[in-house]
């Protein structure tokens, strides 16, 4: 594996950055100072000195509003499944079935003593139409529910990822703030 190579980085109190190619436009802060360094672009970093090879770990920080919005992102996460876990346990619980023993059981005597083609066209019949329960108004009622509740906790899982991406944002988003004072 390459290793790729690290350049110095000056600020105006004399400090130095170790930085390489891959921190290209990303904004820098001394710790020395406090000032904001932009690092230039690739063609200009590579025209800066070279740095020794270091095994020290640098740290990135949150800023304030990546803090914030990682704070906010974990809350639509959290808040959001709960909610879509809800709306699924409630649609879950809403009885879209023709249950009624007798019904099932004189539908099940009529198709035994049919013909193959005739329970065929039967069937295509009840498909279109709807077994028992299922004309009944609380049939409908409870079925128009069961949808309501599937299209929210559809809706609270999309904006479950909403927060996942902010989060990532946020962690994406990360500064680093130490500065190798080299003087």
Same mark, same amino acid.
């Given at each position: 594996?390459?290793?790729?190579?690290?350049?110095l980085?000056?600020?105006d109190?004399? /400090?130095?950055?170790i #930085?390489g &190619? &891959?921190d290209?436009?990303?904004?820098? %802060?001394?710790a020395?100072?406090?000032?904001?360094? @932009?690092?230039p672009n690739?063609? *200009?970093?590579?025209?800066?000195? !070279?740095a020794e090879? !270091?095994?020290v770990?640098?740290?990135?920080?949150w800023?304030?509003?990546?803090?914030?919005?990682f704070?906010?992102?974990?809350?639509?996460?959290t808040?959001?499944?709960?909610l879509?876990l809800? *709306?699924?346990?409630?649609a /879950? %619980?809403l =009885?879209l =079935?023709? &249950?009624?023993?007798?019904? #099932?059981?004189?539908?099940?005597a009529?198709i035994?003593?049919?013909?193959?083609m005739?329970?065929?066209q039967q069937?295509?019949? #009840?498909?279109? #139409?709807?077994?028992?329960?299922?004309?009944?108004v *609380?049939f409908?009622?409870?079925?128009a529910?069961?949808? &309501?509740? %599937?299209?929210?906790a559809?809706l609270?899982?999309? @904006?479950?990822?909403?927060?996942?991406?902010?989060?990532?944002i946020a962690? @994406?988003?990360?500064k680093? !703030?130490?500065? =190798? /004072?080299?003087?």
């Amino acid at each position: 594996m390459k290793i790729m190579p690290n350049y110095l980085l000056s600020c105006d109190c004399s /400090s130095q950055f170790i #930085i390489g &190619t &891959t921190d290209a436009g990303k904004t820098l %802060q001394c710790a020395d100072c406090g000032n904001s360094i @932009v690092v230039p672009n690739l063609r *200009e970093i590579r025209e800066l000195p !070279t740095a020794e090879p !270091t095994n020290v770990a640098r740290d990135l920080t949150w800023e304030k509003q990546n803090g914030l919005l990682f704070g906010v992102g974990i809350v639509l996460f959290t808040l959001s499944l709960l909610l879509a876990l809800f *709306e699924f346990y409630q649609a /879950s %619980q809403l =009885n879209l =079935n023709d &249950t009624t023993e007798e019904e #099932i059981s004189y539908g099940n005597a009529v198709i035994d003593q049919m013909p193959p083609m005739a329970a065929i066209q039967q069937w295509r019949l #009840i498909q279109s #139409i709807g077994l028992g329960d299922q004309r009944e108004v *609380e049939f409908l009622q409870n079925k128009a529910l069961y949808e &309501t509740h %599937q299209f929210y906790a559809m809706l609270e899982c999309g @904006v479950a990822v909403f927060g996942l991406v902010l989060c990532g944002i946020a962690f @994406v988003m990360r500064k680093r !703030t130490d500065a =190798n /004072s080299s003087s």
